[in-house]
């Protein structure tokens, strides 16, 4: 039997720099959002959505410019519009701990198991560097399954053009964010913000074993 629960662990820190929103409500359990800001080692700042029930945590102690430390998913979820359909990601917590540890303002650890399910992307930039783009789908209970979007890079991205969708495969790295500007249908400028993992460590696995 597969073991969910280890096909999608998150382990990250951060500074919250969001007041808590409503989210929504499943079964009478009511859940809420909130942005925590992370750092690289090279000081770049990731701001990422987090989401948590209220039946863990009191929620006034979700406050602006605490430090916490979060255990759980990054999960994904599908918002259907009349025009087109996008992909909506967040950090799923599951345990958190607040602490004045800034340490842990640069804790991001992401392992992941899943399939591969679009043909994976490979490119050079204009300097030479390898890089793929491969989107994971990890299976989740209820025969549900999160969609993670993946950057490899080097010797991985170019491993990358040896697989096929539906491979199985395992990864290492780091939820990170990346802002862009895009044209809406009045021509307007609108600034977005997508959500990816930067992987670090990756392997084919045996889908028999």
Known sequence: MENYMDNNNVEIGGEIIEEIK?????????FYKFLIK???????????????????????????????????????????????????????????????????LTLNDANFVGYICKEPVYRKTPLGREIADVLIAINRTYKKSDYVPCILWGRNAKFCETLN???????????????????????????????????????YMDKNQ
Do not use: C, W
């Not at 969708?165 to 990864?171: F, P």
């Not at 990346?178 to 997508?194: F, L, Q």
């Open 22 to 30: 409503f989210s929504h409500e499943i079964y009478d359990e009511k």
């Open 38 to 104: 992370t750092k690289r080692l090279s000081e770049y700042e990731d701001i990422l959505p987090v989401i948590i029930s209220e039946r863990l945590v009191n929620l006034e102690d979700i406050k602006v410019g605490k430090i916490v430390k979060i255990s759980g998913q990054f999960r994904s979820y599908n918002l259907q519009t009349e025009t087109r359909n996008r992909l909506l990601l967040s950090i799923f917590v599951k345990e958190i701990e607040f602490t004045e540890d800034e340490k842990v």
């Open 165 to 203: 969708v539906g491979d199985l495969v395992k990864l290492n790295g780091r939820i990170q964010s990346r802002t862009y500007e895009k044209k809406n249908p009045d021509g307007e400028i609108m600034k977005k913000t997508a959500y990816e993992v930067s992987v670090s460590k990756f392997g």
